[in-house]
């Protein structure tokens, strides 16, 4: 597996030599005069359909930092989607700079950037790029998802993230047990925000015991009072007995010190790029007997929200309908790390490229 960080890439790396190790197809870089408007696109592979991906902005130290991230966020896009079987490929934006600068204009040229990409990148939410960032983007170019309902869009993906996110952890008890029921399982849900919280619904209401952990004191509260949750400590959380271990915070939580302290059987959360290092780690969790979900998967549900979104005439139902197969990919995957001593998540990223090959091969058909 290719691993690409900041240290590694000095001022003298190659950026072509980065691109061909990492796959990707385009880069592109957007700066406009006026707004101050600093931004890379990200197009990792396109071979499945247009690459979508959300533009995320951050106060990157450096430009390097930016491209750093643009170049590992589109890749895992494309495996996410070519996994979760959507015709799409993958990419993703950064904006370098701080939140306070963003404003109509801002907003609007960077939509006309993407619109520039005449439908090869489709954008999106990220972090720190809410709706209404959207909606102003919109105003330049249709290749943007993540629009309010009351503008045609699929709202908040937060709730089928996490009913895609259940699904998994059904799929995986089944692995693990042999019954998808979650009926009286200790789960432990690190972070209760929008994901976190769809999902203590779902586990309340199926009867397992449910922790939950966050550095907010106000989202615990409500989310105990309102489903009898268990609180612990954020210092604690790697040593209580519990069956499964949600994460839904943050990522890089599954590390040497966490994996060597962790005392239960399934790992099954919405967080992104839960493993500190994707290959140690997976391969890790796989030597302690714990069954790990690979995050990129079980987390499709917002991807495949977007997806329907961009596919026209949205319908709820039947984003959850494609999240629901999230199940029967999350076992495929176990069977095929089974049947290949491979940890989950090469067995993921091979399947993924797998589908991206084969589907190639079609299109080049006569
Ligand atoms: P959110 O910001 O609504 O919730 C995150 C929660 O984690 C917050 O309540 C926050 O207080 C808590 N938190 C932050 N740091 C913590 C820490 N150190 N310990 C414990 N709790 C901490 O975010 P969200 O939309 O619920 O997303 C949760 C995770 O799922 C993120 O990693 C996100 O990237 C990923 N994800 C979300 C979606 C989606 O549709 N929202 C889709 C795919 C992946």
Known sequence: MIEVNEAKMTAKTSIFKKLEEMGHEQIVYCH?????????????????????????????????EALVDVLRLSRGMTFKAAISGLNLGGGKAVIIGDVKQKNEAFLRRFGKFVDGLGGRYITAEDVNMKTRDMEYIHMETNNVTGLPESMGGGGDPSPVTSFGTYMGMKAMAKTAYGSDSLEGKKV???????????????LT?????????????????????????????NEDIFDVDMDI?????????????????????????A????????????????????FYAPDFVINAGGLINVYKEHLGSYNRDRAYRTAEKIYDTCLNIQ????????????????????????????????
């Not at 940890?343 to 797998?354: C, D, G, M, N």
């Open 245 to 269: 271990y949600a994460p839904c915070a943050l990522g890089a939580t599954l590390n040497d010190d966490s994996i060597a302290r962790m005392k239960c059987q399934i790992i099954a959360g």
């Open 335 to 366: 069977h095929v790390s089974e049947e290949h001593n491979i940890s989950p998540q090469e067995a993921a990223i091979k399947l993924a490229i797998k589908r991206i090959k084969a589907i190639g091969r079609v299109k080049l058909s006569k």
């Open 32 to 64: 406009d005069e006026h707004t101050g408007l600093k931004a890379i696109i990200g197009i990792h592979n396109t071979v499945l359909g247009p690459a979508l991906g959300g533009t995320r902005m951050w106060n990157y130290a450096s430009e390097q």
């Open 188 to 202: 432990l849900v690190q972070g209760v925000g929008q994901v976190g919280m769809y999902l203590v619904e779902y």
């Open 205 to 233: 209401k199926e009867g397992a015991k449910v922790m939950i952990s966050d550095i907010s004191e106000e989202k615990l509260k409500n989310v105990s009072s309102q489903f009898g949750a268990t609180v612990i400590s």
């Open 271 to 290: 967080a992104n790029n839960q493993l500190e290092d994707e290959e140690k780690h997976g391969y890790m969790l796989m030597d302690r007997g714990i």
